[in-house]
């Protein structure tokens, strides 16, 4: 059987004959045309499911045939490697001839695929889509200009109120930070050492921006609203309205009670009188907030020490109430008193009952009648007031110039504060390896360093309340040294008791220099004695150097003043003596005859005339009213007898005679006695 093969005559096709007759032939295709004309004759959508449809027939046809054994095992595997090997090759043969730069014999080229039709609708969609999202855009900011210019022409905005301006002025004086599109301010005291772990955040929006919605704080607007909006300190609109946590709304302080027998002695409050309505100013809202924060941190940080520490007389925490002893009988009452002016008072103090503050009860809610004083933001707002029981004793302290008492208003807000510095200022080390905090008075050495048990003594500290508490008892023995003097100068017109209060005190140590001095007469002399008042005793140094301690019972301090009175008498009688002429033949300061003094001991004075014909006895003691008795010689009931014959013996003083010197012309005693001694030398 003979083969025959048939060849494509290489002529290449005729693509036009002209008029001469001569044939223009088409040239023939590279080999990169071939190829891609062959690559458009395939058809890859079609080629997964044709194939797909030919392995359906190759299986039937294997079904139908009878099954036959491979003549090898791994002849399948052989077949498709062997067939996996050619595929390579000849992509690697392609590449090579394809990679040299210029191509010599192929060129890729891309493959032309058809354009796809064109939808309209889908077009026609985008395109709304895009105008939609510009007019909305365009319409934004012409509400916006609308808006600027009607808040620039409303008649309660001030030129200039603007929302950035308010803003600037915001951050100046609080610490806010942008989250996303939400402004944040913090009211806490963190920055300044505080450890409290709320939170004190608060929200700031724009006023025109409708009402004040949850927010990312997830509470109300907070007071501030549409309808009543939130105005400046003349009354002109805000543009910025503060949104501040419910549970620092309001208005709070620390009340702080001396109470003895259900009768307050004094009392100090730290405070802002008014309450924070949806009229406020936001800086005055943000102040007031702080304040809320600051009190209530301070009452935990006491709540807390109270029930750490360990005193002989269990310190109480019954809710918002510390109760703590600070006398036999006189208690401390810390009180924290929180008022939104909605619900009325939150966490009043129990045994605090709202009232007037004349005359034992303190208002703790409402506006209070004591002072009240606007301070900076990072300050704190305090005020105290006295009141006092009328009558005698230590129960009522009377007089209404005690109404205000400033070393407790003094101690409340400055105690935490000092904490807050505490925590941050430190000595620097000496020498620079040194650990942080250790002061100049440990490092030093030799001849002027401390032994251990001033090191150890030095390290203890005082907590707040500990500190609250000494400070409240030298207040209270400070304003008790203050009634007894006070009642005693104006229950002794003869002498006069004058009493100087040194202005520069201690929170605890104060001073006081007291003088008796008779009127007309104080060139004669001056009694001094000088006072020192502690926490829980009294030193008394007096004029001739004697240094008395007394403890806080009030009837040592009268019976020192007392016996000081007697003495300043004697010896200012003998002073005057000695200037009129008068001899002083003796002087006694204890004398243990007469009616018994129930504390102390009576003095006497013996004067005589320049003559020596009279002699002027004079009696006086700390509880008994001053006597004078005279005596006159010669005797006028003088005898001869014949036991008493001579004549001298008539010179001898004769009896005593009593003088009622209240019944005598002068101003006071010693006026009488110089008019006497006036009267006898005569």
């Known amino acids: ?33 071939h190829l891609t004309q062959l690559a458009r004759k395939i058809d890859f959508a079609t080629d997964g499911e044709e194939i797909k449809e030919e392995k359906k027939e190759e299986e039937e046809e294997e079904e139908k045939q009878p099954f036959q054994q491979p003549h090898w095992p791994l002849e399948e595997v052989r077949n498709k490697i062997r067939q996996a090997l050619t595929e390579v090759s000849v992509l690697h043969d392609l590449l090579a001839v394809v990679k040299p730069k210029p191509p010599q014999y192929m060129v890729l080229d891309p493959v032309q695929a058809d354009p796809p039709e064109p939808k309209a609708y889908i077009q026609f969609l985008s395109l709304k889509k895009s105008l939609q999202a510009a007019g909305t855009i365009l319409l934004n900011g012409a509400e916006r200009l609308r808006t600027s210019q009607a808040e620039m022409g409303r008649p309660g905005r001030a030129a200039g109120q603007d929302f950035h301006i308010e803003l600037l002025r915001l951050r100046q004086n609080w610490r806010l930070k942008k989250v996303g599109s939400t402004i944040l301010g913090d009211l806490s005291y963190r920055s300044a050492g505080s450890m409290y772990r709320h939170s004190g955040i608060f929200e700031v929006s724009k006023a025109d921006d409708g009402p004040g919605g949850p927010g990312i704080l997830g509470i109300g607007g907070g007071g501030a609203s549409p309808v009543a909006p939130q105005l400046g300190p003349r009354g002109i609109q805000s543009s910025l309205r503060v949104t501040v946590p419910t549970e620092l709304t309001g208005s709070a302080y620390i009340f702080v009670c001396i109470k003895k027998d259900e009768e307050d002695i004094c009392s100090a409050q730290l405070t802002s009188s ?9 800086q005055q809202k943000l102040e007031k907030a702080q304040n809320v924060l600051f009190c209530k941190e301070l009452f935990s940080q006491l709540a807390r020490e109270a029930v750490k520490l360990t005193p002989s007389i269990p310190h109480l925490v019954v809710g918002n109430q510390i ?43 409402g506006n209070n009648h004591g002072s009240t004083t606007n301070m900076a933001p990072t300050s704190v707002m305090a005020g105290a007031s006295m009141a006092g029981a009328p009558g005698g004793g230590l129960g009522g302290l009377g007089p209404s110039k005690y109404k205000h008492e400033h070393d407790l208003e003094h101690s409340l807000h400055q105690l935490l504060h000092r904490v807050y510095h ?45 500190q609250i508490i000494r400070q409240v008892q030298h207040n209270f023995l400070r304003l008790r040294t203050m009634y007894v003097i006070d009642q005693l100068a104006a229950e002794f017109k003869d002498p006069l008791i004058v009493s100087h209060w040194n202005a520069f005190n201690s929170p605890t140590r104060s001073c006081v220099k007291i003088n008796i001095a008779t009127q007309g007469y104080d060139s004669v002399l001056r009694t001094k004695l000088v006072i020192h008042i502690s926490e829980r005793s009294l030193k008394c140094i007096c004029r001739d150097g004697k240094i008395m301690t007394m403890s806080f019972e009030p009837q040592e301090l009268r019976n020192l003043i007392l016996c000081q009175i007697s003495q300043h008498n004697m010896a200012a009688l003998q002073c005057l003596a000695r200037y009129t002429g008068w001899t002083v033949l003796s002087s006694e300061q204890n004398v243990g005859t007469g009616a018994i003094e129930p504390l102390g001991n009576a003095s006497t004075v013996m004067l005589a005339s320049p003559s020596g014909n009279k002699v002027i006895g004079v009696h006086s003691g700390p509880h008994q009213r001053v006597s004078v008795m005279v005596s006159s010689s010669p005797r006028p009931d003088f005898y001869p007898s014949t036991v008493v014959s001579g004549q001298r013996w008539e010179n001898l003083g004769a009896s005593w005679q009593e003088v009622r010197h209240d019944r005598m012309e002068g101003r006071n005693f010693l006026n009488k006695m110089e008019l006497l001694m006036a009267a006898l030398t005569a």
Not at 10 to 22: I, P, R
Not at 274 to 282: I, L, Y
């Open 323 to 365: 109760t703590a002893t600070i006398f036999p009988g006189i208690h401390l009452l810390v009180g924290l008193c929180h008022s939104d002016g909605k619900n009325g008072q939150k966490g009043g103090s129990g045994g605090i009952v709202p009232g007037s503050s004349g005359t034992g009860g303190v208002v703790v809610g």
């Open 274 to 282: 008014d309450f924070v309505s949806g009229e406020t100013h936001w």
């Open 1 to 33: 059987m003979a083969d025959i093969r048939l060849e494509v005559p290489a002529e290449n096709s005729v693509l036009e004959v002209l008029y001469d007759g001569s044939e223009l032939h088409q040239q023939p295709p590279s080999m990169s045309e």
């Open 422 to 466: 505490h925590s941050f200022q430190h000595p620097l080390p000496h020498p620079v390896y040194a650990y942080m905090g250790m002061s100049k008075r440990r490092r030093a050495a030799g001849p002027e360093g401390m032994d251990k048990t001033q090191l150890v003594n030095m390290m203890k500290e005082q907590t707040l309340l500990e």
